[in-house]
């Protein structure tokens, strides 16, 4: 168990470019998760992946937003034209049932 | 918005103080989870509870699911300045398996 990864671990970009994230999951982890999390929050849950397919996206997201899974086992999430609400750590779970394993997360810093 | 309430938001406790903190939900879970994040950590799981009226403990934590599957609590004895951080709890809304409470952020004096 590598445990999950996500890369990158910082990034720091200029109001309206746009940014990749990669999550990893567990080997073999059916279930990933994107979450949103701001100082003094809860994670916000974004969008949920059962292998390929996107099943739930928050109605938070907005078209800026978008989230792959090509082959059920990595998983990218893009915002173009970041804003500066953007910024926040970004978090990534996966899971074979409930309980979730949570990556290190990417801070996002839009100036 | 979430689905599951938690209170307090925060908590300043004298070390050796007990702790509790609880989840509502407006509607019944099938499971509610709960989760630990240390300062400038990620979430890290502790222990997910499923049936009615269900009671673990996890050393000095003591974990309730209500009779009704609708609320829970989290109870830690005589706390410790490791038990500092935030809980969470979780559980599904709608399609979604895990959907986060705002959590209860403790601060433990020494």
């Known amino acids: 168990d590598t445990g999950v990864s996500q890369d990158p671990r910082h990034k720091i970009t200029k109001r309206g470019q746009n940014v990749t994230f990669r999550c990893d999951p567990i080997?073999?982890?059916?279930?990933l998760y994107w979450y949103r999390q701001t100082l003094g929050q809860g994670p916000e849950f974004l969008t949920y992946f059962q292998n390929e397919a996107q099943l739930e996206k928050s109605r938070l997201l907005s078209d800026r937003f978008s989230a792959e899974r090509p082959k059920g086992s990595f998983s990218t999430l893009e915002i173009q034209r970041t804003e500066q609400g953007d910024s926040a750590m970004y978090l990534c779970?996966?899971?074979?049932?409930?309980?979730?394993?949570f990556g290190p997360g990417t801070r996002l810093t839009v100036l | 918005g979430q689905q599951v309430m938690q209170i307090p938001q925060y908590q300043h406790v004298q070390e050796g103080e007990d702790f509790t903190t609880y989840c509502n939900s407006s509607t019944t879970l099938s499971n509610i989870q709960w989760y630990k994040q240390r300062p400038g950590g990620h979430p890290v799981f502790l222990i997910q509870l499923v049936k009615s009226g269900e009671v673990k403990k996890q050393k000095r934590l003591t974990f309730q699911f209500g009779e009704a599957k609708k609320n829970s609590s989290l109870h830690i004895t005589a706390t410790q300045t490791t038990d500092v951080g935030t809980y969470f709890c979780a559980g599904p809304k709608g399609n979604t398996p895990l959907v986060f409470g705002k959590g209860t952020r403790l601060s433990v004096i020494a």
């Open positions: 779970a996966s899971s074979t049932g409930p309980r979730g394993f």
């Open positions: 080997s073999e982890h059916n279930r």
